[in-house]
């Protein structure tokens, strides 16, 4: 539950941060609204219901997750970037010990 309000909170983040001025940064809200959504769907799915098949769901919406924000990290800084850093090593973590079989 603790990873699913991070998740939320992080939607504010991306809203609020103030160094979106770049060609890349400036959808950066609007794009990872929806990779978070996907997390959160996936994510309860899997905890409500776990399966092989919302397990790899799951996987997969962590994978992306990760990606998008690894691609994000230059359009943000101080907290917001330490904060991005900490989730992508928490989620890696997560993935890693995931068990889909």
């Given at each position: 539950m603790k990873k699913l309000i991070l998740l939320i909170s992080l939607v504010f983040v991306f809203a609020c941060s103030s160094n979106d001025d770049s060609s890349?940064?400036?959808d950066i809200s609007e794009q990872g609204i929806a990779v978070?959504?996907?997390l959160f769907d996936a994510s309860v799915i899997y905890f409500n219901t776990p399966s092989s098949a919302s397990c790899l769901a799951y996987t997969e919406a962590i994978s992306n997750y990760i990606t998008y924000s690894q691609s994000i990290l230059d359009c943000?800084?101080?907290?917001?970037?330490?904060e991005?850093?900490?989730e992508i090593v928490e989620l890696q973590l997560e993935l890693t010990n995931l068990n889909c079989d």
């Open positions: 890349n940064c400036a978070i959504e996907a943000l800084e101080g907290t917001d970037l330490s991005l850093q900490a």
